[in-house]
């Protein structure tokens, strides 16, 4: 997967320093020390992010995709905005 040939470790401690200034100070559950296994999307597909776009993928650890998916995205894209 092209995402994971760019970010070989987790890259979601870094990504949340970009959004701190929204979501306050956050440490992901790996703090960036785990291998990325997944491409994650910054802009979930059902929200019409763009599946295959680099720009819109995040190589991260399960562990962060599973915290991130069930604790911040359903805030930040609620579930009807198809
Ligand atoms: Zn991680």
């Given at each position: 997967m092209l995402v994971l040939h760019r970010d070989s470790f987790c890259q979601m401690e870094a990504w949340l320093e970009c959004w701190s200034h929204r979501l306050g100070k956050l440490t992901s559950p790996c703090r960036g020390f785990a291998l990325a296994t997944m491409a994650h999307h910054i802009v979930p597909t059902r929200a019409n992010?763009?599946?295959?776009?680099l720009e819109n993928g995040l190589g991260v650890c399960k562990a962060c995709h599973d915290w991130w998916t069930a604790t911040w995205e359903p805030k930040i894209y609620p579930l009807r905005l198809r």
């Open positions: 992010g763009p599946h295959f776009d």
